[in-house]
């Protein structure tokens, strides 16, 4: 293994990276549904839904141990993180 990939389940950078990306994640496939679908203009209860789906999503997880760095994780759970 080389010493960058090493590094980079040591530095927390990239589990914060990942929750960023899942907390926009929703509102940016909601958007392009309504955008594909037609179905009318972006509303504000798009506003709210892509919200707090975003911060349920990164709670769930973050909950879940997702975000966790890799050195922390159990010998189970590395196995687990490399064969799914």
């Not at 293994?1 to 994640?25: E, G, I, T």
């Amino acid at each position: 293994m080389r010493k960058n990939s090493v590094k980079r389940y040591q530095d927390r950078k990239v589990p914060l990276a990942y929750a960023l990306v899942d907390l926009f994640l929703p509102g940016t496939l909601l958007f392009l549904l309504v955008l594909m679908s037609g179905s009318g203009t972006w509303a504000s209860e798009y506003h709210w839904m892509s919200i707090l789906s975003g911060i349920f999503l990164v709670a769930c997880i973050g909950i879940q141990g997702g975000y966790s760095r890799y050195n922390e994780r159990a010998f189970a759970k590395k196995l687990q993180v490399t064969t799914l």
